[in-house]
């Protein structure tokens, strides 16, 4: 089958990119926040100490440049094999191993490409215009660094206590980039792209912003770090699954399989909404008047706030997808450069390395909307696999035969096995989650702009208020984030 | 100050039209029309389409080249469907020079020219949906079935487009039985290909809010444009000259024309073409069942290839409507006068009656949906 | 190629077909053609061409509401505007032509045909086409602008006499058939 071969086509090539673009990221990282330091420690004087503190403070910004650049090359050259596997064609695959080169070369022919400002435009705009779009990016992420390393000590520096709040104000700055080129570039198509864009950021950032605040209420914290670490233990922890909301079942399932740990002995000689009573919370069951003794009432009103909280959560997870679709202009919702109207929306005029600004943008937006989606929905680097069927099946074994496999390299820093762990899941997960926007990309029309407006402002918009305000209630009796 | 208490309340701001030059270098005006829209908003209130970019001088050239010559060159008129304009000079030429065509060429004739229209509607599909906004994906699974239909036309024209098959008089080859074989396998899969395409399509929700009570063309207005083919009989018109003025083979042949029983927006538009390929596929199937033996051409396919003297109009179903080819001979090598009626030029001369009011997202979508060449525009 | 059509055998002038004889019942008189591939043929002067088509058009049973075409034909001694018409609900045919002799054409102008784009939308783009490729001006068109060549060329192509201007390209080249 062709097919398949074109696929395991596809799957080793983002292997390679993968290991392309974190290895040259970590060893950025290892040598300036490391190994610079290391050495420097020997000298003992301020400006030796000075000089290893500016390196280990640069660190995360170094990463954030090594990494955008090849990440956006290879996003690009994923997607267009991905689109190709999609619509039976090959894709990209002469320049270089199978293609592997393709988006450098194209890279390095945008760099060379003529820099062309149109006559009658507004230069100093025109210029600013791709640098505000861009830097956002660069700096918008910062917080989610330290959440998707698991909270490795060079990126501390950059977590915030109000994380996802700073992410998002950051996040929507690039509009203002678009409304700029737009206006700057002389060009009806353009300004009619630019204000579009901005018509359109207004309208689905409300729903974006609703639904991350409901995870937000869930966990009740802003700090991206310890929404990720709330949700350690396996997939029924994630917030998307009602954060915890299901841990009676997990628990029962747990002790159906398990050796029966002496522990848990006693909990497994009980009845099902005993193990329910797990999940909720017991002050607010007496609140509303039903103290003990009631446990079957209580245990049928905690499993049908369970389903609510989980279906909440399920909209709410769809309507920041949805919503962080049209904030990065993805089909259908790439109204500002819709192709087949406005030639190509605010980046009409725009050629060689301001095009490679915007191109990189979008590319990296899409990154961060999908990291964002993964940490703040599905676990950030936790295992999808329960703990207690991950211990079952040996994965406490395999972890230290891989540790003690790289005992070397983690002795000197090289390898930090909780981050590395996060890492490869956080990675599959973000990566699963731009697949899935290629997808889209792959299947759907666009919408006209009319319509766009009337499905924001009227489905999602109170769609995502009623969300907002079931996971409200739902929370109050479920025991959500307890106990991890 | 006596003025201070004067206040002016008339608005300050001032709204106008704006001009929006669309073309001949945007991406979806399908080659190289130019329309000049002023806008109100995002609202087109008048267009001017500006046509002749691709212009050739099809009919220059036909008094200027031999009717052998000129054979080859009107396949260029509408790439995407070379068949039928061999096939309306073909008859033309042969109404007008009294020459029998052999029976095996004209069911050979219909053969290729319904593949041709399945390959003409197929790409229309493509490309519709790009003109939509579905830029990767969907558009490509059109082109897979398109690809296997020029393969065999290639296979017995030599030319996957531009292919001169169609001759005064008859037909330039005959098919092998190994190409029939596989067109019947093609006849056998192609239904299933369609059920995908509009179980992609159909009913995606997206596609209907975009296609679904745009551009509506009145049937009234219609006629009076003289708009022909699926535009007109998505809007109620039963005119097919399959049908309505047989010829060739085709009172011989089983098949609906699907004719719709009210105004026909852009969803009908699509939804009737898609039928059209379904009959399409079975027409063939009925031909590569019926097929004779036989000679394959009634006139000697030679250089000095002379039509008689004399004046008459032949016009053949195209994907795009009627399809009419208007020559006059004077019994020399080459014509007196040859006249083009394209359908897409007829059709295209509605546009601005349906884009009126419309928003300029719909532009693209309304375009579209009236399926225009534009080297069969310009000629 | 500045042959003429040969002159086809003089044939018995017929009574007037269907089309004629409608005409000629609502008092408009026509000069029937021999006829082109068996479709009826009439020659109609040009001061009557717009009462005859409303009344083809709008008549119930001939019903001739589809202008297929209108071309232009620059013939021996005559410039001829013709009209195919049909039907889209009945199967009449009906070739009009209107027929301008060159010796009435003033010097320097272009043969004038009355338009019909007023009352029939679709001659509207066929007209403009028609002036641009060979040059008969229809007077009452709403917008006479050349369609398909752009709108400074000079001459009209598809006059007989027609020379292209000689450039460059056809400098190098005087075999060329440019």
Excluded at chain 1, 80 to 94: D, S
């Amino acid at each position: 089958m062709r097919n398949g071969a074109e696929i395991l086509k596809l799957g080793t090539l983002t292997l390679v990119w993968w290991c392309i673009i974190f290895g040259a990221v970590w060893a950025a990282c290892y040598i300036v926040g490391i190994l610079i330091p290391m050495a420097l420690s020997s000298y003992e004087s301020d400006a030796a100490r000075m000089t290893a503190e500016t390196c280990r403070a640069l660190t995360p910004i170094l990463s954030v440049l090594v990494f955008i650049p090849i990440n956006a090359m290879f996003m690009v050259l994923f997607e267009r094999r991905g689109l190709a596997i999609f619509t039976v064609r090959l894709g990209p695959n002469r320049v270089g191993p199978d293609g592997y080169l393709q988006t450098a070369a194209d890279a390095v022919k945008l760099l060379f490409k003529e820099d062309i400002t149109p006559r009658g435009a507004d230069a100093f705009m025109f210029t600013l215009a791709p640098i505000v779009f861009f830097a956002p990016s660069i700096f918008g992420a910062m917080p989610l660094l330290a959440a998707v390393t698991n909270y490795h000590e060079l990126f501390q520096i950059v977590n915030l206590p109000t994380g996802i709040f700073f992410i998002l104000a950051a996040s929507s700055v690039p509009v203002v980039g678009i409304v700029m080129g737009g206006w700057a570039s002389n060009n009806k198509y353009s300004l009619v792209g630019g204000l579009r864009s901005a018509a359109q950021a207004i309208s689905y950032e409300i729903p974006l912003v609703l639904s991350l605040v409901t995870v937000c209420l869930m966990a009740g914290t802003l700090d991206v770090v310890q929404i990720a670490k709330q949700q350690a233990g396996g997939i029924l922890n994630w917030n998307i699954f009602g954060g915890g909301a299901l841990r009676g079942l997990d628990t029962a399932l747990a002790l159906k399989f398990s050796n029966q740990p002496p522990a848990l002995q006693e909990l497994s000689q009980k009845s099902f909404d005993q193990v329910l009573k797990s999940s909720y919370v017991e002050p607010t069951m007496q609140a509303i008047g039903l103290g003990a003794g009631q446990e079957g009432l209580a245990g049928i009103i905690a499993a049908f706030a369970v389903v609510i909280l989980i279906g909440s959560i399920l909209i709410a997870y769809g309507l920041y997808m949805t919503g962080a679709c049209a904030e990065i202009n993805r089909i259908p919702f790439d109204l500002p450069e819709a192709e087949s109207e406005l030639v190509s929306g605010y980046n009409t005029e725009y050629s060689g390395i301001k095009f490679a600004i915007f191109f990189l943008a979008e590319f990296t937006n899409l990154f961060i909307v999908a990291s964002i989606a993964a940490v703040m929905f599905l676990g950030g680097g936790d295992c999808p696999v329960p703990a207690w069927l991950g211990t079952m099946l040996g994965g406490p074994v395999i972890e230290s035969m891989i540790n003690q496999a790289l005992t070397p390299l983690i002795q000197i820093k090289l390898v930090d096995p909780p981050t590395l762990f996060a890492a490869i899941w956080v990675i599959l997960k973000v990566y699963g989650i731009v697949f899935f926007a290629v997808l889209i990309r792959g299947t759907l029309p666009r919408f006209r702009i009319d319509q766009l407006m009337d499905f924001g402002w009227k489905r999602l918009i109170p769609l995502s208020l009623i969300v907002f305000v079931l996971v409200v209630f739902a929370r109050e009796f479920v025991n959500v984030h307890v106990g991890s | 100050m006596a003025t201070d208490t004067e206040v002016d309340l008339t608005p300050r701001l001032k709204t106008d039209e704006m001009l929006i030059n669309m073309g001949p270098q945007h991406p979806a005006t399908h080659g190289v029309l130019r329309l000049i829209l002023t806008l109100d908003g995002e609202i087109v209130r008048h267009t001017e389409p500006i046509l002749g970019h691709l212009h050739r001088a099809q009919e220059w050239q036909g008094q200027n080249r031999t009717w052998f010559q000129y054979q080859a060159l009107i396949d260029r008129v509408d790439y995407l469907s070379g068949m039928f304009t061999s096939w309306a000079m073909a008859r033309a030429c042969e109404v007008v020079d009294g020459c029998e065509v052999p029976e095996r060429a004209e069911w050979l004739r219909v053969m290729v020219s319904e593949m041709n229209r399945i390959t003409s509607h197929l790409l229309w599909l493509g490309t519709y949906l790009i003109d939509l906004g579905a830029m990767f994906g969907f558009p490509f699974y059109p082109f897979r079935e398109r690809e296997k239909l020029l393969e065999l036309f290639e296979e017995i024209a030599g030319q996957r487009m531009m292919f001169n098959y169609i001759r005064i008089g008859g037909v330039m080859r005959n098919p092998k039985d190994a190409w029939l074989s596989k067109l019947k396998r093609f006849t056998e899969e192609f239904p299933d290909r369609v059920d995908e395409y509009e179980a992609i399509v159909t009913e995606n929700p997206i596609f209907l809010k975009r296609t679904k009570g745009v551009g509506i063309l009145r049937k009234e207005l219609g006629m009076d444009y003289g708009i022909t083919g699926p535009s007109i009989r998505a809007s109620g018109v039963n005119i097919d000259l399959r049908r309505t003025k047989p010829y060739s083979v085709y009172p011989k042949l089983k098949f609906d024309v699907p004719v719709n029983d009210r105004d026909g927006d852009t969803f009908d538009r699509y939804i009737f073409r898609i039928r059209e390929m379904r009959e399409s596929n079975e027409i063939i199937k009925q031909c590569l069942d019926m097929l004779p033996q036989g000679e394959i051409s009634g006139k000697k396919q030679i250089a000095g290839l002379r039509v008689k003297a004399g004046e008459g109009f032949a016009a053949v179903e195209s994907p795009r409507g009627t399809l009419g080819c208007y020559i006059i001979s004077n019994g020399s090598d080459r014509a007196y006068r040859i006249k083009w009626r394209n359908p897409s030029f007829c059709n295209l001369s509605i546009l601005p009656e349906l884009l009126k009011n419309h928003p300029i997202a719909d532009v693209m979508a309304i375009f579209g949906s009236i399926d225009v060449i534009l080297p069969d525009v310009d000629r | 190629m500045s042959e003429t059509p040969a002159a086809k055998p003089p044939e018995e002038p017929k009574g007037p077909g269907l089309c004629g004889q409608f005409l000629k019942d609502h008092g408009i008189a026509t000069t029937r053609l021999p006829d082109s591939c068996n479709v009826e043929t009439i020659e109609i002067d040009g001061a009557h061409l717009e009462a005859a088509m409303k009344l083809l058009r709008g008549s119930s049973e001939i019903k001739l509401d589809y202008l297929v075409a209108v071309s232009g034909v620059d013939s021996a001694d005559t410039f001829d505007s013709v009209y195919q018409l049909w039907s889209y609900t009945n199967n009449n045919e009906l070739i009009v032509k209107v027929r301008v002799k060159k010796t009435d054409v003033v010097e320097g102008q272009l043969p004038l045909v009355p338009s019909l784009a007023r009352f029939w939308s679709a001659a509207n783009w066929h007209e403009r086409e028609t002036f641009d490729l060979v040059g008969i001006r229809y007077y009452g068109h709403p917008y006479l602008r050349r369609i398909l060549n752009v709108w400074d060329w000079d001459g009209h192509p598809l006059r007989r006499d027609y020379k292209q201007l000689v450039d460059a390209l056809n400098d190098k080249a005087p075999g060329s058939m440019r």
